[in-house]
């Protein structure tokens, strides 16, 4: 069974710090697909980035940049220079193809709550 | 383009009802999949439909059913509700396009539901 662990259950950093949010998963699939979303105070989860198993280059996209390790089953998202409307619940997921190859199915980490403070 | 839309955004219910909540995909998306999330549970897949056919289903019971009509806009019904199906409801909607594997999801804002 496929599992997401979100250790970080609350990070407060000051405006214009650099933060990291770490994400730990579990899969038996050789083919899966790593998402962040974000969650405001009013609900709706907001797609940030995804990844998929096959391809780890890192990259950075604006202020936000991921790396991702399959050796180490790790796939960690970092803000740089955080901002007060990043305060957030931040959710690691994992997809993993079927054996068709479709479906969608997110497993979700128990997510990290960000605050972001002047 | 318009995102997820979900009616009605809040709910409150007792013990024992029903409650059916709407969710309109994003137009082209052909694939709906259902979320609860809960304080104790966190998120939870509930099942997923596309081509108004159940593709994945998670662990809940069978109180818990949906459907997808024609237009991709799908119904998720709970029946003989507890106390515990008090949580948020997250509809997701991706393209689902022939041959290629898990595309993204994106969420509608959620129904609350509380049951008394």
């Known amino acids: 069974a496929q599992k997401v662990t979100q250790a970080q259950t609350e990070i407060s950093v000051v405006e214009k710090e650099d933060v990291t949010l770490d994400c730990v998963y579990e899969t038996r699939d050789t083919t899966y697909y790593l998402f962040w979303y974000k969650q405001p105070p009013s609900g709706e989860l907001v797609f940030l980035i995804r990844r998929n198993s096959f391809d780890e280059q890192n990259e950075i996209s604006g202020r936000y940049s991921w790396n991702f390790q399959k050796s180490t089953s790790s796939f960690n998202f970092t803000i740089t220079a955080s901002q007060v409307v990043d305060s957030a619940v931040y959710f690691c997921a994992l997809s993993e193809a079927g054996p068709t190859g479709g479906g969608n199915k997110l497993t979700f980490g128990t997510g990290t709550q960000l605050k972001v403070e002047l | 383009k318009a995102g997820v839309t979900q009616t009605p955004r809040y709910l409150i219910k007792t013990r024992g009802q029903q409650v059916t909540l709407s969710c309109s995909p994003i137009?082209?998306?052909?694939?709906v999949s259902w979320y609860q999330q809960t304080p104790g549970q966190g998120l939870q897949f509930l099942f997923e439909y596309f081509s108004e056919t159940q593709r994945n289903k998670g662990n809940f019971p069978g109180r818990f059913s949906g459907r997808q009509f024609s237009n991709s806009r799908s119904e998720m019904n709970v029946s003989t509700l507890e106390l515990g199906d008090s949580a948020l409801y997250l509809c997701?909607?991706?393209?689902?396009?022939?041959?290629?594997?898990?595309?993204?999801?994106?969420f509608g804002p959620g129904t609350r539901l509380l049951v008394l």
């Open positions: 997701a909607s991706s393209l689902a396009r022939t041959g290629f594997l898990q595309e993204t999801q994106y």
């Open positions: 137009s082209g998306h052909r694939s």
